[in-house]
């Protein structure tokens, strides 16, 4: 395997073209990723690119694909669409990759879309939002859907019977079309939006929003964001003393949410992928044995534990590895391979793709989560 690491490029190519190496059997399999190494995403894409890393360098160890070398190739977006579109055409043009794995956030993800579709190149999102394989043909995801989230945290409202919320969210593509869907999945439950406000990714000073949403009156808050500008709205929150319950979304699933909102994250309610509570799952849970194996083969490379956001990024690198295992490198084949992905066990959930669903997972894939003693926790009793 070669690992090259580049900056963002700057290539001015309008695409059109490439659509990787075609079905080229011979030379270096191309794997190509686009993450938010560095900006208001690089909470993010930091501990996705270690997990590439590790696990490209675990391959490497077993020889490649049946003897053939593997190259990862990383591009850092910068946490911006322009800088994800760019990556995304050097990669497909000028490195002529055989799969992308990529973008971390929601909107750079939706950048390099058009390119995956107008090139035929497969492509595996790290990201949340369900419009980026919504009726997609060659774009795939990892990260649970923002629909399958929103469906869960409903399930838990209705439980506690809370009917309406007040909803603080991210104002990049991440945050796009939120409300909505609350109000939509809420409908049978008699659940519904009553106030909303927006905030910047890279925001951090969130009083008004977060009096806006104390003076709306709701019987549940949501705070819809990533780190650190989650965890800094979480601690306006306790800050302004406010004592209605809140919630946060899967965006938050990293030490970086825990050390930035501190105390102030106590008690909240979140639908988290199952690392992050890994030892407190029983142990026939289907997930455990990935989820740990994946846990301590991070822990040992980098000193600290992976989160949320490696794993969906050792989900994408497995499902690439799998498909390109399986079919080679023509492109049409990996994608037929993707849309027919069966109870694929990985670490965001148990995976099964269909044509008209290239995201694959269900609420189920998602727990419950709250924060006691600075630490994560299984809310009890909650069909965790």
Not at 80 to 96: C, F, P
Not at 134 to 141: A, H, N
Not at 167 to 181: C, I, K, T, W
Not at 354 to 373: C, M, N, R, S
């Amino acid at each position: 395997m070669t690992l090259s690491l580049a900056a963002c490029a700057e290539s001015d190519d309008g695409g059109g073209g490439g659509g990787g190496a075609g079905a080229d059997e011979t030379g270096p399999i191309k794997i190509g990723a686009v993450l938010d190494i560095t900006g208001a995403g690089a909470s993010l894409g930091v501990p996705e690119r270690q997990a590439l890393e590790l696990l490209a360098g675990q391959l490497e160890e077993e020889g490649g694909i049946d003897g053939r070398e593997v190259e990862l190739i990383i591009e850092d977006n910068q946490s911006t669409e322009d800088g994800a579109a760019k990556a995304m055409n050097k990669l497909v043009n000028e490195d002529e990759v055989d799969i992308v794995l990529g973008a971390s956030r929601t909107g750079p993800s939706l950048a390099m879309r058009p390119i995956a579709e107008s090139t035929e190149t497969p492509m595996i999102s790290l990201a949340a939002n369900q419009a980026i394989v919504e009726g997609s043909e060659w774009v795939f995801k990892t990260a649970q859907n923002d629909r399958v989230v929103i469906e869960r945290m409903i399930d838990y409202m209705a439980e506690q019977g809370w009917t309406t919320v007040g909803l603080a969210r991210d104002a990049s593509g991440f945050g796009e079309g939120v409300a909505e869907m609350f109000d939509e999945i809420g409908a049978e439950q008699g659940i519904s939006v009553v106030a909303t406000e927006k905030f910047a990714p890279d925001a951090t000073d969130f009083t008004a929003q977060m009096v806006n949403l104390r003076d709306a009156g709701a019987d549940v808050n949501v705070i819809w964001g990533i780190p650190p500008a989650a965890g800094l709205a979480q601690r306006a929150y306790d800050q302004l003393g406010i004592e209605t319950p809140v919630m946060q979304s899967h965006g938050i699933g990293n030490q970086v949410f825990l050390d930035t909102a501190g105390d102030a994250a106590e008690g909240m309610v979140a639908p988290l992928g199952r690392l992050v509570v890994a030892d407190q799952l029983p142990a026939d849970d289907p997930q455990k044995e990935i989820i740990t194996s994946f846990i301590d083969d991070y822990t040992a490379e980098y000193g600290a534990g992976p989160s949320t956001f490696s794993g969906h990024a050792y989900d994408a690198w497995q499902l690439a590895i799998d498909a390109l295992s399986e079919e080679g490198t023509d492109p049409q084949a990996i994608r037929e391979h993707l849309e027919g992905v069966t109870d694929f066990t990985g670490i965001s959930g148990i995976f099964t793709m269909t044509p008209e669903d290239h995201a694959g997972l269900p609420k189920e894939a998602l727990a419950l989560v709250t924060v006691e003693g600075g630490q994560w926790k299984l809310v009890p009793d909650e069909g965790n």
